[in-house]
């Protein structure tokens, strides 16, 4: 995911299935668990605590 916002630009994701679908096209491009959390706030800002809630529910 090379793209790179400035902070105005960002989308916020708060919903959990917002992240979850961030998530599974970071995945389907080959990201594995650890790069997520970096790439996803690349690109948005992101509700920290539900993506910990979501990422645990997978787990």
Not at 3 to 30: C, H
Not at 48 to 55: A, F, I, P, Q, S
Request: proline share 0%.
């Amino acid at each position: 995911m090379e793209r790179y916002f400035e902070d105005y630009q960002k989308r916020r994701l708060t919903e959990r299935v917002d992240i979850i679908t961030a998530i599974n096209i970071l995945k389907s491009q080959g990201y594995d668990h650890d790069e997520l959390i970096a790439e996803i706030t690349k690109v948005f800002y992101v509700d920290l605590d539900t993506y910990n809630e979501v990422v645990m529910a997978a787990a």
